[in-house]
């Protein structure tokens, strides 16, 4: 079993900063895109950045130059450091991870349970 815990979600004025975590643990051989994503209120889930496990990183143009995706694969754990937060940006935010869990296996994508964001004055 494989489990992704999200953390770092809280509530911020806007122009704020928060730093987003993805901690993945269980039976992990290797994971390969990691990727952060957002629903927000009666939207549909959106991709927020991926992240390659060579360091290959892609935004959504609403974030570009805002967010920064990052990862330390010797830890399992991927990163969303969100600067200027506006307050389009509040939603729960999610992470996925293409996990392998065993040398030979095939890579399925594991998400994890979210973390709310909330930007408002």
């Known amino acids: 079993q494989v489990q992704l815990v999200e953390s770092g979600g809280a509530s911020v004025q806007p122009g704020g900063s928060l730093r987003l975590s993805c901690a993945a643990s269980g039976t992990i051989f290797s994971l390969n895109d990691m990727g952060w994503y957002r629903r927000a209120p009666g939207k549909e889930r959106e991709l927020v950045a991926t992240i390659t496990s060579g360091g290959l990183t892609n935004y959504a143009n609403s974030v570009k130059g805002r967010f920064t995706v990052s990862r330390d694969n010797a830890k399992n754990t991927g990163y969303l450091q969100m600067n200027n937060l506006k307050p389009e940006d509040t939603a729960v935010y999610y992470c996925?991870?293409?996990?392998?869990?065993?040398?030979?296996?095939?890579?399925?994508?594991?998400w994890g349970q979210g973390t709310q964001v909330t930007v408002s004055s």
């Open positions: 996925s991870a293409d996990v392998r869990p065993y040398f030979g296996a095939s890579y399925y994508q594991k």
